[in-house]
């Protein structure tokens, strides 16, 4: 299997994180990618699992570590985890064989990465990142000597991922 590229896309609440991470699968998969995508739930509480009765919650709530159901062409997967670190999802993704794992959120991770600032406090806090390949801005959010694409240069942002999809990644796994 070739090399599998990584890509986060960070930000504040509400930048518009989930929708360019949905745009950059749209556009992978038009070249023939092949993607997994990994959210970071950074909502609080406990992500919504399928009712109790189902038999694979049953299994979990019984004890077991993992529980994966299977039918149509969907694997379900759900396991109790306290922690639970960006690498160890990656893994878990690469059993669908992807060419691309789309990562949103987990910032501190050190995973090449597109930056979404909504303000200049934005820009203050983010611009400490690791691996920053692409700022998208709004306008006045980021310093006039940063490179940096408007949120609606979208021609722009799609020219500077094909060419992410093509080159050397720093992050291959």
Same mark, same amino acid.
């Given at each position: 299997m070739a090399a599998v590229k990584v890509l986060q896309v960070v930000g504040y609440k509400n930048s518009g994180k989930t929708t360019l991470t949905a745009q950059l699968l749209e556009l992978?998969?038009?070249? #023939?990618?092949?993607?997994s995508?990994?959210? +970071? +739930? %950074? +909502? #609080?509480?406990a992500l919504e699992t399928p009712p109790a009765g189902t038999d694979s919650m /049953?299994? =979990? *709530?019984? #004890?077991a570590a993992s529980s994966l159901?299977? #039918? *149509? %062409? $969907?694997v379900q997967l759900h396991m109790h985890k306290d922690q639970a670190d960006l690498k160890e999802l990656i893994s878990l993704s690469l059993s669908a064989n992807p060419d691309i794992v =789309? $990562? @949103? %959120?987990?910032? /501190?991770? %050190?995973? @090449?990465?597109?930056?979404?600032?909504?303000?200049? @406090?934005?820009? &203050? *806090?983010?611009?400490?990142?690791r691996n920053i390949? =692409? $700022?998208?801005? /709004? &306008?006045g959010a980021v310093p006039g000597d940063i490179e940096a694409v408007g949120r609606h240069q979208q021609k722009e942002i799609e020219n500077w991922f094909?060419?992410?999809? @093509?080159? &050397?990644? *720093? &992050?291959s796994i």
């Open positions: 992978a998969q038009q070249s #023939g990618k092949t993607v995508t990994i959210k +970071h +739930h %950074g +909502h #609080g509480g /049953q299994f =979990l *709530d019984k #004890g159901a299977y #039918g *149509d %062409g $969907v =789309l $990562v @949103e %959120g987990f910032k /501190q991770a %050190g995973y @090449e990465k597109i930056v979404l600032v909504r303000t200049p @406090e934005d820009w &203050e *806090d983010l611009q400490k990142l390949r =692409l $700022v998208i801005g /709004q &306008e094909f060419q992410w999809m @093509e080159g &050397e990644s *720093d &992050e």
